[in-house]
């Protein structure tokens, strides 16, 4: 019973995102260990590639671990620490206390947390968007740029990528009827087949920047631990 728990707290988790990265922290490494007992309560402790990586970042990675833990129905009491970072302490009172991201920084906390979370979210999409369309293009060659304003859902291809951008579509609430446009901004609303180029080389800088930031992240991890890959198992 204590692996098969084990397993299904390790797929809870990978559905917690690192905010900026739009991947899951399991597949980022970032959890460094996870004890599940008997009882069902949990310990997990994580950790980031850097001691100073964003606190409002960390906060909603460790506060979202500590959600998903709490929704499995045999969970009894979860405790999740971040380890090594200069605001450890701060985050791990707040999240024992369940404070809140404002209970937690109190006066530093300046922005709203859901808003930076919307943000992010939307970038995401962006992102996604755009590998599905250029995904397209790639397998033909002939399609003209101005074109993928028409595509809708059905036209791509039942693959990861497309299964990820319909993630965020829903997360956003935009449609996932396979005759929906793929390219639409975070309201929904379509572009002028004029205005399409330029809105997909944007939405292509979107997704670079995250793709970069993520491979420049697992390396600061490789650095920073010498053991990335393993996490600590205690059941």
Known sequence: MGNGRYAEAMLAL???MDP?????????????????????????????????????????MASDSKDVLLQLDWTNDVTVELDDHHDSAIINAGLAADAGYRGTFRHEAEED?????????????????????????RLDPSREMKEMGRVVLGELPAD???????QRRRTLG??????????????????AEIDVPLALRRARSTRISIDGNAHFCRGLLRTRYDDPDRTTVNV
Do not use: W
């Not at 009882?39 to 980031?48: A, K, Y």
């Not at 935009?174 to 572009?191: A, F, I, K, R």
């Open 14 to 16: 990978g559905a917690v």
């Open 20 to 60: 900026e990265l739009d991947q899951p922290i399991t597949d980022l490494d970032f959890v460094q260990s996870l004890a599940v007992s008997d009882r069902g309560d949990i310990v997990l402790h994580l950790r980031l590639p850097t001691s100073f990586c964003a606190p409002n970042f960390a906060y909603l």
């Open 113 to 137: 947390l859901e808003e930076l979370r919307t943000i992010f979210h939307r970038k995401a999409h962006v992102a996604a968007m755009e590998r599905c369309l250029t995904g397209l293009l």
């Open 160 to 166: 990861d990528t497309t299964r990820a951008l319909l």
């Open 174 to 191: 935009l449609s996932t009827d396979s005759d929906s446009l793929v390219m639409v901004d975070h309201d929904g609303n379509d572009y």
